[in-house]
């Protein structure tokens, strides 16, 4: 009998667990780049296109993106604190000049973007999308 209710059990705990999990989705995206160096100036410019396929049940509004390059710019970035702390690569960047993107411009089917930082991270950065995915 004992057996039963410790079976009976476990059954109930497996059905707790996965009752109220919602379906996993995954968002994917497609990159586009082209880009120039300017060896002389040290700069990069170039551009990037993006299709981004919402598979999630929600519409969005906005989309988070990574500005990777600002995380160089100065030492109040994640990176920047993780490079003050490792004494290593402190010694490597000390002679480096920081790196980071001056402009962006965001457009979906050719209208222009308003953008936010993020309250935090300066390698972050908030595009509203002007219709919805």
Do not use: C
């Amino acid at each position: 009998m004992r057996l039963k209710i410790i079976y009976l059990a476990l059954i109930i705990v497996v059905n707790l667990n996965s009752y109220g999990q919602k379906e996993y989705f995954q968002q994917k995206t497609n990159y586009q780049i082209q880009a120039t160096l300017n060896r002389e100036a040290k700069t990069i410019s170039g551009l990037v296109s993006v299709d981004y396929y919402n598979a999630s049940p929600d519409s969005l509004t906005f989309i988070w993106f990574h500005i990777w390059p600002n995380a160089y710019s100065n030492s109040n970035s994640a990176l920047g604190q993780a490079i003050q702390r490792d004494k290593e690569l402190k010694k490597t960047t000390k002679k480096a000049e920081p790196g980071y993107l001056d402009s962006l411009n965001f457009t979906q089917n050719g209208t222009p973007l308003r953008t936010a930082p993020h309250p935090e991270h300066i390698d972050i950065i908030k595009v509203y999308l002007e219709k919805a995915v």
